[in-house]
């Protein structure tokens, strides 16, 4: 049960890379997504948070993330046992 | 300063269009609506509101809305001064 949220900047047009992002999270997490919402904004903000915790910040970062380092961001916050298959990250062993 | 939902059966592989139709409603109320929440859901439900009215049920309407007509719908509920440009219903007038 988990809400997510993308916050993209309008001006900059980046309506169409959020909501590509929206379907791969959809997608991925079908399971534990209950909700998630598009929230246009200004001034160059491209932030994803899941319940409430900011798991991106474009201005933070500096870049946009990479779709399997947002799942694995998104995953952490909202469901850290599921594996995410061949895009997951190998963990640390050993 | 609206909020629309677009509730969606995942079983009925719904995701593409709702995201389709949300990429719509966002790029054509750019100014109105502020969240654009997507909700999966099952049993063959798809749904849109516009703070919380009802504005399209597949079960009620028995089919799919044209994206002309549910942003009609959308633009009566949120902004209804809002011209839809050629894409709007002609005013019934005279």
Known sequence: MAKVEIKYCTQCRWLLRSAWMAQ???STFEQEITELSLLPASGGIFEVSANGQLVWSRKQQGRFPEITELKQAVRDAIAPDK????ADKKPSAV
Chains 1, 2 share one sequence.
């Open 24 to 26: 791969e999270l959809l």
């Open 83 to 86: 594996p995410l298959g061949h």
